[in-house]
């Protein structure tokens, strides 16, 4: 790397400090390593179970199989009088019944709350010493998690090889196993490999419902997860996995969470040997969001629905302690997104979400948002390489179709220089169905595509609608062609910012950070429209002084002025609208720019530093109208916007200068006339001279007896 390719790596650096302190902490587990890949996607088991799980009362067991078809029924009615004789009452009996790998327990239909599993742990289990996650649980090592298998766990599955769990209900919500807000984890399955879960639901934790931890081979299977404090489904450090026909609601964070998936294809372009989970025919709602996965590598996603959160779908580099970082290669295929508008924020300031968890309401809908989340968005991507979105349709959101930015490789504990700008490449956004529904009926999203600006690669279809920025690099017909592709090594300067202030958020502390739009800033409650005011009135300041007192004779500067309050009124016009402001914002450059050239010319002849320095903050103006409002300009490191933020710093500064010295105002109304004095310094004389006669001060009246000689 190049001695200026270093210097702007830490410029990145500094503008992406914005961006790091995320308030709230993701999934925190104990160091694990990937799998080996050896594993494989376990098969269905048909069959007469192992074990089976069952309760003793036939009156309730017959009520709630009364509905199922004759055959269901009979079966049931079979398996519960063997279950009453040679069975278990809790799931957890059964898992450590099982002696050896190839086992299958069978749940009947019944509420499951384990309740041997529930009290608070005891001696040595209250005792153990591990490090404490940010979000107040301790982080247990394998063999503690052994040890004292119900600290957080209601069910806890333990190096169980090729285990099968089904219930044997007629639809997933006739098995159901409640933590009732008592642990973290209604089950946990670790270091399983081989295990299936089949046909029930879980609920109601300070966690996850369903937790799979480094496992090479899992399946989740027409399995319910609902009202949980964090995650429906959380798959972490796995390989070779499977979800199908699940579906999650009621969840802080997310309802599909498939974290630091084994990285197989990292160092591969978009065309890859294999994933290393699938994720299919599921429905994830009314949680924060859909899916999520930080390092979620190598997933496909396809043929899913994820409507009715903040968000649809999240991927993410943000937060450290994930095998796997940077995110790289998801693939999100004929996915129905839709609607993400959901407002949670208010139970976070209303108290809501400082009760207990038993008490915050969850069954009615209560949702507890966890992180910062740009609401009513379909997809998310906050530091990830070589996604690919293709075929997904995606509509009705309020805020963007599609949302990329990039993160610092710091904010992830990586700290070496070369790694700060590895992040926001080669995204592609191709085929997909914006805008409409499958029916063909328009329900268009406020926007298509927010975009911060960095990373090199990333293309999107031609057809998106309203972008910001309003021109976008194009996918070719191959993956990997882009036309007026960019290589910027930091975002916009404007939207760094408006993530800094986004990303104060504590659920905990009920923080919801002032002036942004996610948790409801209005008007000029919002950063943007703040800092698109401040600017404005400052320029309006600085540059109204100096045209009244050295610029006002001249017609060039008086015409160049008034444009200037044009464009900064549109400015700030623009920031108002959002996300709907596709053009305004360039106009507002455009304006802004001919101001600053037309009073640089002005300039010139009296003042010619100062005049081509302005000059030259107007052409930086005019290119950054150009780029935000026509094409994105190749070849550049940094968007124009950073260079003309600095240089109008200093131009802000000297303009004072400028207008509070005293001198000659521009002559003229040709434009031709100049300012006061000139920029370069008196020229001083080798010798000294003799100073020049004072001029005589003018008289209030002739004197008249002063004759024209007298020497007086």
Not at 334 to 357: E, F, M, Q, S
Not at 574 to 584: D, E, F, H, I, N
Request: proline share 6%; charged share 20%.
């Amino acid at each position: 790397m190049s001695w200026t390719r270093r210097l702007l790596a830490v410029l990145a650096v500094l503008a992406a400090a914005l961006l790091a302190a995320p308030a709230a902490q993701a999934h925190e587990e104990r160091p694990v390593t990937l799998p080996d890949g050896t594993g494989s996607v376990p098969v269905y088991r048909t069959g007469e179970p192992d074990l089976l799980v069952c309760k003793t009362d036939r009156a309730d067991f017959e009520r709630r199989i009364s509905g199922f078809p004759e055959a269901l029924k009979a079966r049931n009615l079979t398996l519960f009088e063997r279950c009453r004789t040679s069975g278990y009452r809790h799931l957890q009996q059964a898992v450590d019944a099982v002696d050896g790998p190839g086992k299958n327990i069978a749940i009947l239909p019944g509420l499951y709350e384990e309740e041997p599993s529930l009290p608070a742990p005891k001696g040595e289990c209250a005792r153990l010493k591990a490090p404490d996650s940010k979000l107040g649980y301790q982080i247990l090592s394998y063999e503690q998690q052994a040890q004292c298998p119900h600290n957080q766990n209601l069910v806890a599955i333990l190096g169980k090889k090729d285990l099968q769990i089904e219930g044997t209900g007629a639809a997933r919500t006739d098995v159901v196993i409640d933590a009732k807000y008592r642990k973290l984890n209604a089950i946990r399955s670790d270091k399983s490999d081989g295990i299936y879960f089949r046909n029930f639901t879980a609920q109601r934790t300070t966690f996850n419902s369903l937790y799979v931890l480094a496992q090479d081979g899992f399946v989740i299977d027409d399995v319910l997860t609902r009202w949980n404090d964090e995650y429906g489904f959380l798959t972490f450090a796995s390989d070779h996995g499977l979800y199908k026909n699940c579906e999650s609601y009621g969840n802080g964070d997310s309802g599909i969470y498939p974290g630091s998936a084994s990285d197989i294809n990292d160092g591969y372009g978009y065309d890859v040997p294999r994933y290393s989970i699938e994720i299919t025919g599921c429905r994830s709602h009314h949680s924060m969001v859909g899916y999520s996965g930080t390092a979620g590598d190598s997933v496909y996603v396809h043929d899913n629905e994820f409507d009715h959160n903040m968000g649809g779908a999240s991927m993410d580099s943000a937060f450290p302690g994930h095998p796997g970082l940077p995110q790289n290669h998801a693939r999100f295929e004929r996915n129905l997104i839709h609607d993400n508008n959901a407002d949670y924020y208010r139970y976070v300031a209303d108290g809501t979400c400082a009760k207990p968890p038993a008490e915050r309401g969850y069954e009615d809908g209560v949702v507890c948002p966890q992180i910062s989340m740009p609401p009513g968005t379909g997809i998310i991507t906050a530091g990830g390489n070589w996604n690919r979105y293709e075929d997904n349709w995606i509509y009705g959101q309020n805020r963007a179709a599609f949302f990329l930015s990039a993160v610092p490789a710091f904010i992830r504990g990586e700290n070496a220089l070369g790694k700060q700008t590895d992040t926001s490449h080669h995204n592609r956004y191709s085929g997909n169905h914006l805008g409409k529904d499958k029916n063909g009926k328009s329900r268009p999203n406020a926007t298509d595509v927010w975009w911060d600006g960095q990373g090199d690669g990333n293309c999107w279809q031609s057809d998106a609608g309203a972008s910001t920025p309003r021109s976008l690099p194009s996918c070719g017909a191959e993956r990997g062609d882009v036309s007026g592709s960019t290589d910027r090594l930091v975002g916009e300067p404007v939207k760094l910012a408006q993530l800094l202030v986004c990303a104060d958020y504590d659920v905990r502390a009920r923080r919801l950070p002032a002036g942004c739009d996610w948790y409801g800033a209005r008007g000029i409650a919002r950063i943007e429209v703040q800092a698109a005011l401040g600017i404005a009135v400052v320029l309006l300041l600085v540059g109204g002084v100096l045209w009244w007192r050295r610029l006002r004779t001249s017609r060039l500067a008086t015409v160049a002025s008034v444009l200037g309050v044009i464009g900064l009124g549109l400015d700030v016009a623009g920031s108002t609208m959002g996300l709907a402001a596709t053009y305004v914002p360039a106009v507002a450059l455009l304006l802004t720019g001919l101001w600053w050239t037309g009073i640089g010319l002005a300039l010139r002849p009296a003042r010619p530093v100062f005049g081509w320095v302005t000059v030259v903050l107007g052409a930086l103006t005019l290119l950054d109208a150009l780029d935000k409002g026509v094409f994105m300009i190749p070849w550049i490191p940094l968007s124009p916007a950073w260079v003309r933020g600095l240089l109008g710093l200093v131009w802000v500064v000297w303009a004072v200068v400028a207008a509070a010295r005293h001198g000659v105002r521009a002559e003229g109304a040709d434009g031709d006339g100049g300012a006061e004095g000139s920029d370069a310094p008196e020229p001083v004389s080798a010798a000294p001279s003799t100073p020049a006669p004072a001029a005589p001060a003018p008289s209030a009246k002739p004197d008249a007896t002063a004759s024209e000689g007298d020497p007086s």
